[in-house]
């Protein structure tokens, strides 16, 4: 079974950092562009960053960019998003996806996504 599973979220305050990861099971995520997202309650999904399958190289939305990094472990079939410098306009449930075929960033489509975890910035 084909399965994404989200961790790390958590309630931290301004200017703090967590460690997101996703997790997958059922398939070799080292094969996988693998987007992370978010939402925020009234807003659009946003794409936060992707990392991609052919050669692991990343991109970030501006919002984040110097603030986050995205990574793989290998060993571990899961794929992390490091949050640092956090700001109450960080907050949102973030979820990881990945798209069948799709070597390279941005994913075009969301074929396996996994149930999101919430993160929350505030004092």
């Known amino acids: 079974q084909v399965q994404l599973v989200e961790s790390g979220g958590g309630l931290v305050q301004p200017g703090g950092s967590l460690r997101l990861a996703c997790a997958a099971s059922?398939?070799?995520?080292?094969?996988?562009?693998v987007g992370w997202f978010r939402q925020a309650p009234g807003k659009e999904r946003e794409g936060v960053s992707c990392?991609?399958?052919?050669?692991?190289?990343?991109s970030y939305a501006d919002s984040v960019k110097g603030r986050f990094t995205i990574s793989r472990d290998y060993a571990k079939n899961t794929v992390y998003l490091q949050m640092n410098s956090l700001k109450p306009e960080d907050t949102a449930v973030y979820y990881c996806?990945?798209?069948?075929?799709?070597?390279?960033?941005?994913?075009?489509?969301?074929?396996?996504r996994g149930q999101g975890t919430q993160v929350t910035v505030s004092s």
């Open positions: 990392i991609s399958a052919s050669d692991s190289s990343a």
């Open positions: 059922g398939f070799a995520l080292d094969y996988y562009t």
């Open positions: 996806a990945t798209q069948r075929f799709r070597n390279v960033c941005p994913l075009s489509e969301l074929d396996y």
